[in-house]
Each structure stands twice: as C-alpha cells, then as structure tokens.
C-alpha cells in the first residue's frame, strides 16, 4: 500500500524553525520527483519546494533562502526544514510524488499542520 505521511508540523513563533519529514512506503520514493505544498484557509494551494531524483531543487520565491527540502533515500524519506517562519507561512502542508516524467503528482499525503504567531 502506498502511502506518504507527514509529521512535524505544531505551533511556533515567528522566527522559530520546524522541520518536516514525509515519510514513503509502497514504493522507493528515491526514483520519484518530489515536492511540498501548502494551503492556507482561504487560499489556494502553492507549490513550496520541489526535488527531483538527483537531487535537484527549487524553491517559491517567498520561501528561497529559508526553506531547504531535502530527501534521505535510505529512510525513504522527504525533509522541509524551515526557518525563520512568518505568520504567512501558516498552512496544511502536504507531500506529494510524480514520475519525473510527468507533470501530475501521483501521490499525496494527508498533511501536517504549520501554525507561526506573531
């Protein structure tokens, strides 16, 4: 069974950090491109970070030089640390997966939930 679970999200205060983990099973998340995403209340969903299999990244610009998605093949594992958090990075963050091939994530979590007081 596939399966992709988020964990690490909690309350911080702006200019804390948190560290996300997604953790893979069901297939070797290590030949997938991977990425996290967010949604605030209200707000549509946005791409935050992408990696690709070898190891590639990029970044939205409103998270470029706090955030840095990171994935430990060994564990089967996709990292977002953050750093720095504003009130505005307040959201349900989600992993997903696609074939690098492809344009549509395949696979996603169910969310972890990032909440930054000011």
């Known amino acids: 069974q596939v399966q992709l679970i988020e964990s690490g999200g909690g309350s911080v205060q702006a200019g804390g950090s948190l560290r996300l983990s997604c953790a893979a099973s069901?297939?070797?998340?290590?030949?997938?491109?991977m990425a996290w995403f967010r949604q605030a209340p209200g707000k549509e969903r946005e791409g935050v970070a992408t990696i690709n299999n070898a190891g590639r990244t990029t970044y939205a610009d409103s998270v470029k030089g706090r955030f840095t998605i990171s994935r430990d093949n060994a564990k089967n594992t996709l990292y977002l640390q953050m750093n720095s958090l504003t009130p505005e990075d307040t959201a349900m963050y989600s992993c997903?997966?696609?074939?690098?091939?492809?344009?549509?994530?395949?696979?996603w979590g169910q969310g972890t939930q990032v909440t930054v007081s000011s």
């Open positions: 069901g297939f070797s998340a290590s030949t997938y491109c």
């Open positions: 997903a997966a696609r074939f690098c091939w492809t344009s549509s994530y395949r696979y």
